[in-house]
């Protein structure tokens, strides 16, 4: 599975940004997605995460009631709807993939990654 995240990008506090999350392969629908991040000098954590058929999602506190995960099977894609951004949002945000259908907070239960995409959120 190779997986290609986009949507970052510059924005104020407050603002919002849309990230996506392509994968290859014909089994998409079949895997639990996951969105992580990772900030300078800190460790990866976790962020959201999307079951198989999308009905159970899960989020870190700490973005509860501002982001939200979504999925779309017909087009291999997981989406990441943040609003309300923070500066300490500020981070690279990797989409990872684990191939079975529930979903878990736990970054290494992930098998496949993608490369990033830089999210600067300014105060």
């Known amino acids: 599975v190779q997986l290609q995240a986009f949507g970052g990008g510059l924005v104020q506090d407050g603002g919002s940004l849309r990230l996506s999350c392509a994968a290859s392969?014909?089994?998409?629908?079949?895997?639990?997605m996951g969105w992580f991040r990772q900030a300078p000098g800190k460790e990866r954590e976790f962020v959201a995460a999307?079951?198989?058929?999308?009905?159970?999602?899960y989020y870190a506190d700490s973005v509860k009631a501002r982001f939200t995960i979504s999925r779309d099977n017909a087009k291999s894609t997981v989406y990441l709807q943040m609003n309300s951004l923070k500066p300490e949002d500020t981070a690279v945000y990797h989409c990872?993939?684990?191939?079975?259908?529930?979903?878990?907070?736990?970054?290494?239960?992930?098998?496949?990654w993608g490369q990033g995409t830089q999210v600067t959120v300014s105060s």
């Open positions: 990872a993939a684990r191939t079975v259908g529930w979903a878990t907070k736990y970054v290494d239960l992930y098998s496949f």
């Open positions: 392969g014909r089994t998409f629908s079949s895997y639990a």
């Open positions: 999307i079951s198989s058929s999308g009905t159970v999602t």
